[in-house]
């Protein structure tokens, strides 16, 4: 099996031949890390957006990526639809991030999460470097997301020429992933 993951908006590059190899990593020193976790925490304290309940980590360190989730990592999805149905309030918070850490990438993803990573460190990146690695090209390659829209963080892949199918959470990029492979299958192709 022959298996290729590119997490974190694509700031990471694991491969997978019998074993697992770590292509790259565009990690963040310290020092930024330290810059934008404070940032992150001063734009939420500005807005007032701070929630009462969350579920897990608010602010996760990926190593590659920092990222904001509002009600945490963990909360429910009927939670998570609830508190930013129209991105509102994650756009209030990163226009604050643009100008407190212009040096870095501010996106938006998923239902309550903003991303911070490098600069050109994004998910068009990581199709480029996949294009690179796995010598094909961009024709060849499905992006499914759910923030594909400007200024989210799944938007680079589509920018990057990939064909791109929009989806709003997990459950629906399972059945869409799995209508693919039909297609792709022995069983598919005779139908």
Excluded: H
Excluded at 74 to 97: Q, S, V
Excluded at 118 to 141: C, H, N, T, W
Excluded at 181 to 188: A, E, P, Q, T, V
């Amino acid at each position: 099996m022959n298996l290729s993951l590119l997490p974190t908006c694509g700031t990471k590059f694991f491969e997978y031949k019998g074993g697992w190899k770590k292509i790259y990593s565009e990690d963040f020193m310290p020092n930024e890390k330290e810059k934008i976790i404070s940032s992150i925490k001063k734009a939420v304290e500005v807005t007032g957006f701070k929630v009462e309940k969350v579920w897990g980590d608010v602010i996760e360190d990926r190593g590659s990526q920092i990222t904001f989730s509002a009600l945490g990592q963990r909360a429910p999805l009927k939670e998570k639809k609830k508190w930013d149905p129209d991105y509102a309030k994650r756009k209030k918070i990163k226009a604050i991030l643009d100008t407190l850490i212009p040096e870095f990438s501010v996106r938006m993803g998923g239902a309550t999460s903003v991303d911070v990573t490098k600069p050109g460190i994004d998910k068009a990146y990581g199709i480029r470097k996949l294009r690179e690695v796995l010598g094909i090209s961009l024709k060849e390659m499905i992006f499914i997301g759910d923030a594909l829209f400007a200024g989210g963080n799944d938007y680079p892949a589509e920018q990057a020429g990939v064909v791109s199918i929009p989806v709003r959470g997990p459950n629906e990029t399972k059945r869409v992933v799995e209508a693919i492979i039909y297609c792709l299958s022995d069983r598919g192709q005779e139908a």
